[in-house]
């Protein structure tokens, strides 16, 4: 699958809030806590983010059987399936954790056929990460 994303600093922000919420909850800290927990760790992804200039990238990502590519004016990143933990469904979109961060993937980027693309690849680290814990 070939698409282009181009982020918006609201919609960095949204998956990353609502996936520093499904680890922070996990964590059970309580309702306060948790939310201070979540308005500081999305304050700090959001300003990494601006800091950064991301929202001023247009991203291209191919994603097949052999991984994952993503290129920008800024290079091009190989990130193969062996680097990717898990792929979440949020509301805006996938996110897909890696070992060393997270790449959020919108869905309105995809057709039909990129999310059946990546419901079978999701579907594939679970039953990869079902077989490690078995053995």
Known sequence: MLFKVRYSLAEYA????????YLIRRRKLGFLRTYLMLLKSTGAAALNFAAAGRGRLDYEFTIDDHGIVRSCARGVTLIAWDDVMRIRRYRRGYL??????TLPI????????????????????KLAAQRAVQM
């Open 14 to 21: 949204g998956f990353m809030w609502e996936h520093g919420g």
């Open 96 to 101: 897909m954790v890696l070992k060393r961060g």
């Open 106 to 125: 919108p869905y309105r980027c995809l057709g039909k056929s990129d999310v059946a693309g990546m419901e079978r690849y999701a579907e594939m680290l």
